[in-house]
């Protein structure tokens, strides 16, 4: 399995600004994938990172909020952006593994004021 | 109808028990499907890949039916340390590749 790190862990930020995250995989992996879980609510996929391409959305993400890097097979960044307490949540990193398998990362936690 | 659905819970057992979670998915398409846990405030964790022909991993059995897209999830002699959260995941196929689905999860209280 990959070992997944990111950071920061955690961070507190005022409404208007940017937040900029770092997921780092101890090994190259074609997949990675950022999500989001709000309290109490299941994960839920904001987009694939593509590896020197652009990223694939899922509906109801758009990439002018969450923009998303992926300059190589083991890191890749996830930009919130103008940020709104709505976008107060967990967000967490995610690799595939082998047989459709997805490890994840230790997560951000984001509060915005 | 939810992609995954699962019983919330919380199932509170006693240490010891056998207690079972179930999980249905709408994509008849779906191939892959997992068990993941999730402690309070980490990351989830794959418990365990779910075969159609059932599968064994120590006191835990997971079981697929596609023809009802129910999928289960047995645990014998409960612990202590299995208080979780339970996620059940489906795979869902896109074009050239797949992305998984996330149950809300169903939350599990082993007591002494």
């Known amino acids: 399995s990959a070992v997944i790190s990111q950071k920061p862990s955690r961070d507190i930020c005022q409404r208007g600004t940017s937040l900029t995250i770092q997921c780092q995989v101890d090994s190259q992996v074609t997949m990675m994938f950022w999500y989001r879980q709000q309290p109490g609510q299941s994960l839920t996929l904001i987009a694939t990172?593509?590896?020197?391409?652009?990223?694939?959305?899922e509906s109801g993400f758009v990439i002018d909020k969450f923009p998303i890097s992926r300059p190589n097979l083991t890191f890749s960044t996830l930009t919130v952006s103008n940020m709104s307490p709505e976008d107060s949540s967990i967000y967490l990193c995610?690799?595939?593994?082998?047989?459709?398998?997805?490890?994840f990362g230790p997560g951000t936690r984001l509060t915005v004021l | 109808r939810k992609e995954v659905e699962q019983d919330p819970g919380p199932f509170n057992v006693p240490e010891g028990a056998t207690v079972a979670f179930n999980c249905t998915y709408s994509?008849?398409?779906?191939?892959?499907f997992f068990w993941y846990r999730q402690d309070c405030r980490k990351e989830p964790k794959l418990l365990m890949s779910v075969y159609s022909s059932g599968n064994e991993d120590g006191r835990f059995t997971a079981q697929l039916n596609r023809a009802s897209q129910y999928i289960s999830l047995l645990i014998r002699d409960s612990k202590l340390s299995d208080s979780a959260t339970y996620l059940c995941v489906v795979n869902r196929r896109n074009s050239g590749y797949s992305t998984l689905t996330f149950g809300k999860g169903t939350m599990l209280l082993v007591s002494p």
């Open positions: 994509n008849s398409a779906s191939q892959s």
């Open positions: 995610s690799a595939r593994g082998a047989a459709d398998t997805q490890y």
């Open positions: 990172a593509n590896q020197g391409s652009e990223a694939t959305y």
